[in-house]
């Protein structure tokens, strides 16, 4: 099983961007799909979370303004980040857990991808 994670890039503050993120391999199920971040020196930081069946969690810092989606036929989770402020700034990375394959089930992370908010 492998996430490919995308959408990263520069943009100025008060833009959007879109990250997808898509796990592939021979997969019948996922639990839940979430984004984290992290900047240099910091922990990991639970960005947004959504359940296979549509339930959300968003950090505190980010309600009102990130909205977190998945297409379970493709397990693919999006970020939707609108409004976007230079402590937005980060490498994203998305994670499955509870992967059901055909050899057990599993917790995955994706490769990180770089949002910069800069003016």
Known sequence: V???????GLVQPGGSLRLSCAASGSI????????????????RELVAAITSGGSTNYADSVKGRFTISRDNAKNTVYLQMNSLKPEDTAVYYCSAVGVLTT?????????????????
């Open 103 to 119: 050899r057990g089930r599993y917790d995955y992370w994706g490769q990180g991808t770089l949002v910069t908010v800069s003016s």
């Open 28 to 43: 019948f199920s996922i639990n839940a799909m979430s984004w984290y971040r992290q900047v240099p020196g910091k922990q």
């Open 2 to 8: 492998q996430l490919q994670a995308s959408g990263g």
